[in-house]
């Protein structure tokens, strides 16, 4: 019976062991760090063009949104609303049976910054060719689901609110109810202080407003990109947007 309980004490020695080594190796590669394995193979280029071609994808959605007919007036987001220095009087002319005029006034405003958008397509493009290494590396990995969108109004919004602006003169101009309300503050100058800067130029307010939307809605498209797997619709935009997981 000797050999049979040194036998069985051998087993138990060499399953102990086993555990141990077992466990020991378990809690080493726990405790070890690795490098997410989606880096590994995402290069810098990889990055800049996966980027790049979000933006445009982005950009793309968020122009042709809004630069359709209604495309500001049927989206409560960034449709726009009458200054708020007139504001209190859209409730007087509604009360007076005068709310048409009023309604006619807000598409026109909202008309004209859609007419506005598209051109801001050539202008994110020079942006995005502008765009280094760096750039794209530190909008990708920022954390931020607007990072890129932040970039973009940092390099390019002086340059479209002079391009917009022209565009929602030209409308604002030829359009009757907003023609006559603009010629109204220009033959009574004291009226600029009463309903307040926003209404007293009116296509400056217009042009603010067409890009706060313009900016939402890219946004929004870039949030999706991130968060969404099907929103990335090619192999290099799930290459690269994997490694956010």
Known sequence: MNWLRMILTCLVCVMLLTESAVAQTTRTRRTTPTAPRQNSNVSNTDIADGLKEALFQGVKNAIDDLGRENG?????RVRIPLPKGLQKTEKTLRALGQGKRVDEFVESMNHAAEEAVPVAADIFIDSVKQMTFSDA??????????????FFRRTSEDRLRDE????VERFTEKVGVTQKYKAMIGRYGFMGKVVG????????????KALDGLFLMMA????????DPVRRTTSLLKKVFGILR
């Open 72 to 76: 500001f007036l049927d989206n409560s």
């Open 137 to 150: 590396r530190n909008i990708l990995l920022s954390g931020q689901d607007n990072a890129a969108t932040e």
């Open 164 to 167: 917009f602006r022209p565009i």
């Open 197 to 208: 800067e926003d209404a007293s130029d009116l296509d400056g307010y217009i042009t603010e």
């Open 220 to 227: 929004d498209e870039e949030r999706r990109i991130r968060r």
